[in-house]
């Protein structure tokens, strides 16, 4: 069964940092892009970034690029999100997403297979 889990959600100043993790299993990420997503209350889901299964190429949206990194460990499952000078703008549920794909990887939701079940970060003071 697949699975994956968020952690690292939570209370952040503005300007503050922030690691998530998305932990995988039953699955190998060398056959997985994952992706990271986010969603306010009542607005459409949105890409953040996206990392690939072989050769690690990764795509950020613009309002995160030089603030966010998106890595990956495979002996550990994991691929964790690094969020740096975090903004109110950034609050969100935090959702990572696992698409069967050997080679680049997309921010656009739909095609994604398997969904966490996401993790609450607040940027406030």
């Known amino acids: 069964q697949f699975q994956l889990v968020e952690s690292g959600g939570g209370l952040v100043q503005p300007g503050g940092s922030l690691r998530l993790s998305c932990t995988v299993s039953?699955?190998?990420?060398?056959?997985?892009?994952i992706g990271w997503f986010r969603q306010v209350p009542g607005k459409e889901r949105e890409g953040v970034s996206c990392?690939?299964?072989?050769?690690?190429?990764?795509s950020y949206v613009d309002s995160v690029k030089g603030r966010f990194t998106i890595s990956r460990d495979k002996a550990k499952s994991t691929v964790d999100l690094q969020r740096n000078s975090l903004e109110p703008e950034d609050t969100a549920i935090y959702y990572c997403?696992?698409?069967?794909?050997?080679?680049?990887?997309?921010?656009?939701?739909?095609?994604?297979?398997?969904w966490g079940q996401g993790t609450q970060v607040t940027v406030s003071s």
């Open positions: 039953v699955f190998s990420l060398d056959t997985y892009a």
């Open positions: 997403a696992a698409e069967r794909r050997f080679f680049g990887c997309t921010l656009k939701g739909s095609v994604y297979d398997h």
């Open positions: 990392i690939s299964s072989t050769d690690g190429k990764t």
